[in-house]
């Protein structure tokens, strides 16, 4: 049981905090990676941008002891319909996914990270089965692109497990034109993994009861016959209103301690992996220093938190620290 290290202001004392309440109430944590990628550095082996290996230094300096430690890797956009950007903002340029530089650049990427961080398990790829819906013609190349990855970091690290992850809001009930044919094809690839790492936003597929939940677990159980990993998941605490993306949510409290509930009964009962629960607090303050066309979209996460905005503990944080306690 865990958290990721996602802070909820812009500041060191936020920093030092969220760490401090990680290693207090977990057992494992997540640093998530998922931003721009020195695609140009990599590529043209020149100096890589400071943003970048600060970013990875200051991880690295403040890895919790006495914790595993799950890496996550975004090697794609936003929106999941290309490869990640680079520090100008733009893509790498190539001819197909699976092109050789792109290859050897990534390779490099998750080496560095990895020989920085040390993790106990790696998600080399977030949400990758969205690919599959947003650029379905670059679903193949994704494939054989992450093989010849995977292959070469196993090579250096024989003993890591190595998991790609994938969206169950997308995969439960998905919304494309052939469902059956893509679960299918979702699903014999996920088991092909060391383990098999979901994230997973219930209000985003609009559920709010135990029922609806549990029928998503159903699903996922029905389907996976590898160990299950929770690596990203939360449910909003309060009314969710977007207005620019014609959205509004009803959320609770009393909602999300009951999702709470019913993925921590499953995790026991199922012998997952692990659990991360994306923030452990509300991050309206970091939400508020961020660039005006961002705010909708982070709107979405700000109050998923255990504890809300001012540090209080809403009723989920009790029931995660019965089970932790155990």
Not at 98 to 115: G, T
Not at 216 to 243: G, M, Q, R
């Amino acid at each position: 049981m865990g958290f990721s290290t996602w802070i909820y202001a812009p500041s060191q004392e936020s920093k030092d905090d969220t760490y401090r309440f990680i290693g207090k109430n977990s057992d494992i944590y997540s640093e998530h990676i998922d931003d721009k990628i020195p695609w140009d550095a990599w590529i043209n082996n020149t100096v890589l941008p400071a943003e970048f290996t600060d970013d990875i230094a200051s991880r690295a300096s403040n890895k919790i002891s006495n914790s595993q430690l799950v890496v996550s890797i975004g090697l794609l956009n936003g929106d999941r319909s290309n490869l990640a950007e680079d520090f100008d903002e733009n893509p790498p340029s190539y001819t197909a996914l699976n092109d050789q530089k792109i290859e050897d650049a990534y390779f490099k990427h998750v080496k560095y990270i990895i020989d920085a961080l040390q993790p106990n398990y790696l998600v080399i790829a977030i949400e990758a089965n969205e690919l599959k819906i947003k650029s379905p013609s670059k679903w193949d190349n994704y494939k054989s692109l992450i093989a010849a990855v995977k292959a070469r970091v196993k090579q250096a690290n024989p003993n890591l497990k190595i998991s790609e992850s994938i969206t169950l809001h997308t995969l439960y009930q998905p919304d494309v034109s052939n469902p059956e044919e893509y679960i299918t094809e979702i699903v014999d690839y996920a088991n092909q993994l060391d383990f098999v790492s979901i994230s997973y936003y219930p209000f985003f597929k609009n559920q709010h009861s135990k029922a609806e939940f549990q029928q998503a677990f159903d699903f996922l159980h029905s389907k996976i016959n590898k160990p299950i990993a929770f690596v990203e998941t939360s449910h909003i605490a309060e009314d969710l209103s977007v207005t620019s993306f014609d959205l509004f949510i009803p959320g609770n409290t009393c909602e999300q301690n009951t999702y709470l509930e019913t993925l921590l009964t499953n995790a026991q009962k199922e012998n997952y992996e692990f659990v991360i629960w994306w923030a452990h607090r509300d991050f309206d303050a970091l939400w508020n220093t961020f660039p005006e066309e961002a705010k909708d979209l982070g709107k979405i996460w700000r109050n998923t938190g255990l504890l809300d905005d001012q540090g209080n503990e809403r009723p989920a944080y009790s029931t995660w620290k019965h089970v932790f306690d155990k």
